[in-house]
Antibody, heavy 119, light 110 residues
Framework: QVQLVQSGSELKKPGASVKVSCKASGYTFTTYPMNWVRQTPGQGLEWMGWINTNTRNPTYAQGFTGRFVFSLDTSVSTTYLEISSLKAEDTAVYFC????????????WGQGTLVTVSS | QSVLTQPPSASGTPGQRVTISCSGSSSNIGSNYVYWYQQLPGTAPKVLIYRNNQRPSGVPDRFSGSKSGTSASLAISGLRSEDEADYYCVAWDDTLSGPVFGGGTKLTVL
């Protein structure tokens, strides 16, 4: 069965970096793109962008350029989200989500990774 | 502020029918599919309705979706206690070139 398993919670200081992983299983990893979605109490759910797991080409949504980087390691069927120069407002739960047919049509989600940025 | 507008809360008693609205514009709901997701506390969202009114296998037929113009609705009939959750609408936005979410509606079963 399809599973997306994310790495555990992170506590980081402002200015640091964090790398969240999302390991896929149960399907051919390079067949479908992977999306990232952020959830904060104030902004709700926001689409951060997606990465083409075949070409490795990332697409970033408005507001998620510069400090946010999507990458992947096909040898372990894993997608990564790296956030640099962390700010308090980056505190959120980050989800990976597969959208095999159409953008926004997320059929499987990771369990979410809480990233807390605090001094 | 979310691009799609939902009421922040809704409520009903067991067995009742509840409707949650989602309002957008011509660049999103007006020209693209609408999706509805259910999020139980502490879990990831789960798709309830896709492509306006389609139910994935395993989703009870108590859940239904509809769309008219730049608005969409999720209806839940025969309300049950386990339906208490947050509900989000999503649609692709042609101007923003990405999916946009509603702010979410917290459903309480009284």
């Amino acid at each position: 069965q399809v599973q997306l398993v994310q790495s555990g919670s992170e506590l980081k200081k402002p200015g640091a970096s964090v790398k969240v992983s999302c390991k896929a299983s149960g399907y051919t990893f390079t067949t479908y793109p992977m999306n990232w979605v952020r959830q904060t109490p104030g902004q709700g759910l926001e689409w951060m962008g997606w990465i083409n797991t075949n070409t490795r080409n990332p697409t970033y949504a408005q507001g998620f350029t510069g400090r946010f980087v999507f990458s992947l390691d096909t040898s372990v069927s894993t997608t990564y989200l790296e956030i640099s120069s962390l700010k308090a407002e980056d505190t959120a739960v980050y989800f990976c989500a597969r959208a095999p047919q159409l953008p926004g049509e997320f059929d499987y989600w990771g369990q979410g990774t809480l990233v807390t940025v605090s001094s | 502020q979310s691009v799609l507008t939902q009421p922040p809360s809704a409520s009903g008693t067991p067995g009742q029918r509840v409707t949650i609205s989602c309002s957008g514009s011509s660049s999103n709901i007006g020209s693209n599919y609408v999706y509805w997701y259910q999020q139980l506390p502490g879990t990831a969202p789960k798709v309830l309705i896709y492509r306006n009114n389609q139910r994935p296998s395993g989703v009870p037929d108590r859940f239904s979706g509809s769309k008219s113009g730049t608005s969409a609705s999720l209806a839940i009939s025969g309300l049950r206690s386990e339906d208490e959750a947050d509900y989000y609408c999503v649609a692709w936005d042609d101007t923003l070139s990405g999916p946009v979410f509603g702010g979410g509606t917290k459903l309480t079963v009284l």
